[in-house]
């Protein structure tokens, strides 16, 4: 049987068993040994506050409208951080026993379609654990930097690093894919990276991954504008100039999904500076102020969405190779990584409580990745 984690209502988590289907010709059956969870994204499902919850999505439009939501109750198979061992192999595309990473969800099994479903083998100089972000999380990261380029050199990109080397980068947020973004500044030759949070402890782990770091004051109490040196966008101005009236970030990738984290961003960059949005806002926007920074420094804001590259670089910067960028990624940084971002190694059959209990804040974690052996990847 395989076990499907579900959510049945908002706070209302739980695992379902289903049977496993025969795999049919060309096709192959893995066994989950490991599922990261994305609690941004994972959550607004257990909260009842994802978009697809309460209106249509019109892909045709690209427009959310009042109708019948797009995603009811229950929702089964959410996330999109697994790796599993192929057991069964009916096809030439892959060979029983490797280890692939994919996006089928939390379950404790799949069977794919190599035609339908993408999946990328893992090279066995990598870390299983570390597997959970070669498939969609990394390419996510990796494709902030890839729109960072863009804005640069347009469709002339080369290389990931191009719209970071030899620039001063800011990370607003350090969860999981701000930590992953600062780390692919890094590894891009960026001069300088600093991470900028609100969570004292998240940014010891941006500091223990190598960037520097600056805290946010009085967390929570308004979009951090002021004029001391505790201010984050009044320090960095104060220590990077360009020219005259020319200080600020070059480019700031914005992570966290509080409008007062956007609003923040916009203040750390140099005049006609872009910043990168990774991130995912279920509020409102009524602390952005778009009649300051915004609009009198000529600043660029692009979101930056694994559904899309940038214009004009589909065609050589594909999701598998951003995939090989992340696998490029992990090999320099995977045992900081591991050390530092993964906090929590949870067994499937805790994953329910887990969940409600982020979602009501009962606990915190960074990354958590559900195991299907948690005593042997805790050694």
């Known amino acids: 049987m395989n076990e499907v984690l579900t959510i049945e209502a908002p706070g209302e988590v739980a695992l379902v068993e289903e049977k496993v ?4 010709e060309g096709g192959f059956l893995v066994a989950t040994t490991h599922s990261g969870v994305s609690a941004g994204t994972e959550l607004t499902y257990v909260k009842g506050d994802n978009p697809y ?31 599993g061992r192929v057991v069964e192999s009916r096809t030439d595309a892959v060979r029983e026993g490797a280890l692939v990473a994919m996006t089928y969800g939390h379950r404790t099994a799949y069977v794919a379609d190599p035609l339908a479903d993408r999946f990328v083998a893992l090279p066995g100089d990598l870390d299983p654990l570390l597997g959970i972000y ?36 800011v990370v607003v947020g350090a969860g999981v894919v701000g930590l992953l973004v600062a780390c692919f500044a890094m590894h891009g030759g960026a001069a300088e990276v600093v991470v900028v949070d609100e969570t004292p402890a998240r940014l010891e782990v941006a500091a223990a991954l190598g960037a520097n770091v600056l805290a946010v004051p009085d967390a929570g109490t308004g979009t951090g504008t002021g004029t001391g040196t505790g201010d984050p966008a009044v320090t960095l101005k104060r220590r990077w100039r360009h020219a005259p009236q020319d200080r600020g970030a070059d480019v700031v990738f914005q992570c966290r999904g509080r409008t007062r984290a956007l609003a923040l961003g916009l203040r750390l960059l140099r005049p006609q500076g872009t910043l990168v949005d990774l991130a995912f806002y279920t509020e409102g926007a009524g602390e952005v102020r778009l ?23 589909a065609h050589a910067w594909d999701r598998e190779r951003l995939s090989y960028e992340t696998i490029g990624l992990l090999r320099e940084y995977g045992p900081l990584l591991r050390r530092h971002v993964i906090t929590d190694l949870v067994g499937f059959a805790d994953a329910p409580r887990f969940l409600a209990d982020l979602a009501a804040r009962r606990r915190q974690s960074i990354q958590a990745v559900l195991c299907h052996d948690v005593e042997e990847e805790g050694r």
């Open 21 to 24: 289907s025969e795999v049919p």
């Open 134 to 169: 070669v498939a969609h999380m990394g390419p996510i990261c990796a494709n902030g930097l890839l729109h960072a380029a863009h804005d640069l050199y347009g469709p002339a990109v080369q290389q990931l690093g191009d719209g970071v080397r030899g620039r001063r980068v």
């Open 53 to 83: 919850l309460n209106a249509t999505f019109d892909r045709d439009l690209g427009l959310f409208v009042p109708g019948t939501p797009s995603i009811e109750y229950p929702v089964r198979g959410i996330g999109y951080m697994q790796v």
């Open 291 to 313: 009649g300051e920074e915004f609009h009198h420094n000529g600043l660029s804001v692009r979101c930056a969405q694994i559904g899309r590259v940038p214009r004009g670089l």
